[in-house]
C-alpha cells in the first residue's frame, strides 16, 4: 500500500490486513510501556485544512507511539486559492522531508490530489476530505464491530452476515460513504436510514438497502447502529422542520434502544450531539462503543502507517518517483 485515500478502491486483502495488524498493535498498547521504535527517524506530517480534535490526537498519540516524528500544520484560514495553497504547502512538505502525510480538507477529492500531483513522494492518508471519504474512521468501526463480536477471535474474519445500520444525515456524511463501501467489501449488510432530504441523489448506485422509517429499520434487529452527526455547518438551506421533529423520528432515544436485541451495539463517530441525534442514554449505555471507537481508531493508525512507511525508503525528488511510475 502506498497510500490509504478511500475505502471504495481498497481491496480486501489490504483492508483485512490493516484490521489484522491493527489488532497486532492493540496487543502492544496494553503493555506498560506503548511506544515501539518501529517508525524511528520517519516524520508525519499531519496537515489539517478542516477542524479537527479527535481525528488529529489519534494520528498523532499513532505516529508517536511508533516513534514516528510528529508535525502538526494546521493550515486552515490560508488567503490563497485553494489548489495554489495545496500545491506551495505540498513542496514546503516534500522540502522538509516528510515521509507520510495525513490531510484532512473541506474539497472531495484534495487527498487523490496531493497524492498523484508529483509534488511530493510522502505516503499520503486522507483523514477527511469534505463529504467523500473517512477510509480510517470506517477502518476503525469495522474494527469496532468484529472486536465486540468476536472478542479475542477476529483475526482474519470478515464481516459476512452482520447487519449495519447507519442513521441520520447520509447526504453530508463522508463517514457514511466509507463506511458504506468498507463494510460491502467486509461482506456485512448494510441499511440506510434519513428522512428522504438527507439521502444523496446517487444512492442508487451504492450496495445498501435505504429506508425512511427509523422505527422499521430498529425492527430488524440490527447487529450494529451507527447514528451519524447532523452536519449544521455543511448545511446551506433546511433539510428538516426543526431539531425536536428530526429528534423525535430519526433519534436514537431510551425508548427506541430499549427495542434492540441485547448484543447489538450503537455506534457514534463523534462529536456527538447530544439530545439531537442521540439523547444521553443511548450514548452512555453499555451497548455503546463511543469510547471503543476512540480506542480502537489509534491502533487502527498505527496499522495504516506501519503499512505505509515501514521499510520504505522515498525519493528526494518527487518528479523521480512519478516517472518510475510512469515507465513501470
Ligand atoms: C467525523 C468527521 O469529521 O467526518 N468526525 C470525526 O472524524 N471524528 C464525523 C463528524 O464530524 O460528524
Given amino acids: 500500500m502506498r497510500h490509504l485515500l478511500d475505502t471504495q478502491t481498497l481491496v480486501r486483502e489490504d483492508a483485512m490486513?490493516?484490521?489484522?495488524?491493527a489488532e497486532d498493535m492493540a496487543d502492544t498498547q496494553r503493555r506498560e510501556v506503548k511506544k515501539l521504535p518501529t517508525l524511528r527517524g520517519k516524520t508525519v506530517?499531519?496537515?489539517?485544512?478542516?477542524?479537527?480534535?479527535?481525528t488529529r490526537i489519534s494520528f498523532e498519540a499513532a505516529a508517536k507511539r511508533l516513534s514516528a516524528d510528529v508535525i502538526n500544520f494546521a493550515a486552515k484560514g490560508s488567503s490563497v486559492s485553494k489548489g495554489e495553497s495545496l500545491q506551495d504547502t505540498a513542496q514546503t512538505l516534500q522540502a522538509m522531508g516528510a515521509d507520510a502525510v495525513v490531510i484532512r480538507h473541506g474539497?472531495?477529492?484534495?487527498?487523490?490530489?496531493?497524492?498523484?500531483s508529483g509534488w511530493i513522494t510522502a505516503g499520503v492518508v486522507n483523514a477527511g476530505d469534505?463529504?467523500?471519504?473517512?477510509?480510517?474512521?470506517a477502518l476503525l468501526d469495522a474494527y469496532t464491530i468484529r472486536k465486540r463480536r468476536f472478542g479475542d477471535d477476529s483475526r482474519g474474519r470478515d464481516l459476512s452476515g452482520i447487519s449495519v445500520t447507519i442513521v441520520g444525515d447520509i447526504l453530508h456524511s463522508r463517514v457514511a460513504r466509507s463506511n458504506v463501501w468498507l463494510l460491502h467489501t467486509l461482506g456485512a449488510e448494510v441499511t440506510l436510514v434519513a428522512p428522504p432530504t438527507l439521502v444523496p441523489q446517487d444512492v442508487s448506485r451504492w450496495p445498501v438497502r435505504v429506508l425512511f422509517d427509523l422505527d422499521e429499520a430498529l425492527a430488524d434487529g440490527p447487529d450494529a447502529l451507527m447514528m451519524l452527526r447532523i452536519q449544521l455547518e455543511r448545511m446551506n438551506a433546511a433539510y428538516f422542520p426543526t431539531e425536536r421533529e428530526y429528534s423525535r423520528r430519526w433519534g436514537l432515544d431510551a425508548r427506541r434502544l430499549a427495542t434492540l436485541p441485547a448484543d447489538s451495539?450503537?455506534?457514534?463517530p463523534g462529536p456527538m450531539?447530544?439530545?439531537?441525534?442521540?439523547?444521553?442514554?443511548?450514548?452512555?449505555?453499555?451497548?455503546?462503543?463511543?469510547?471503543e471507537q476512540v480506542t480502537n481508531g489509534v491502533s487502527v493508525?498505527?496499522?495504516a502507517l506501519y503499512l505505509l512507511l515501514a521499510g520504505v525508503e522515498r525519493d528526494e525528488d518527487p518528479r523521480a518517483s512519478t516517472q518510475k511510475e510512469s515507465t513501470r
Avoid at 17 to 21: A, K, N, S, W, Y
Avoid at 45 to 54: A, G, I, Q
Avoid at 107 to 116: F, H, I, K
Avoid at 265 to 268: A, L, N, R, S, T
Fill in 17 to 21: 490486513r490493516i484490521l489484522d495488524v
Fill in 45 to 54: 506530517v499531519n496537515l489539517f485544512f478542516e477542524d479537527s480534535t479527535r
Fill in 107 to 116: 474539497a472531495s477529492g484534495a487527498p487523490r490530489t496531493l497524492a498523484t
Fill in 130 to 137: 469534505g463529504t467523500h471519504e473517512h477510509p480510517t474512521q
Fill in 265 to 268: 451495539i450503537v455506534m457514534h
Fill in 273 to 291: 450531539n447530544r439530545g439531537l441525534e442521540i439523547s444521553a442514554e443511548a450514548a452512555d449505555s453499555p451497548r455503546s462503543t463511543v469510547l
Fill in 301 to 303: 493508525r498505527m496499522a
